[in-house]
Nanobody
């Protein structure tokens, strides 16, 4: 069973930056594409950044140019560097493997709150 532990969230003013980190237990991490998701109150969870096993990245339009996803397979971690944050980025952020959502479940997430 893989466990996902997210950290790094907090309260930041608009225009500020945060770096989120996710640690995945188990030795299979490097075999999976990974993503960062977010869920704001009353909204569906959405995938905002994706990184393949080879390091190719993709982003939802709303965060392109502001967020950067990276991974360190040796440390079983995936990070999300967020800059130029906006109030609409406020949400609980989660990491997961898009193909393993049903098997791995979700971690507790990390809250990001951006004040205007």
């Amino acid at each position: 069973q893989v466990q996902l532990v997210e950290s790094g969230g907090g309260l930041v003013q608009a225009g500020g930056s945060l770096r989120l980190s996710c640690v995945a237990s188990g030795s299979v991490f490097s075999a999976y594409h990974m993503g960062w998701y977010r869920q704001a109150p009353g909204k569906q969870r959405e995938l905002v950044a994706h990184i393949t096993t080879s390091g190719r990245t993709n982003y939802v339009d709303s965060v392109k140019g502001r967020f950067t996803i990276s991974r360190d397979n040796a440390k079983n971690t995936v990070a999300l560097q967020m800059t130029s944050l906006k109030p609409e980025d406020s949400a609980v952020y989660y990491c997961n493997a898009p193909t393993q959502l049903d098997r791995w479940g979700w971690g507790q997430g990390t809250q990001v709150t951006v004040s205007s």
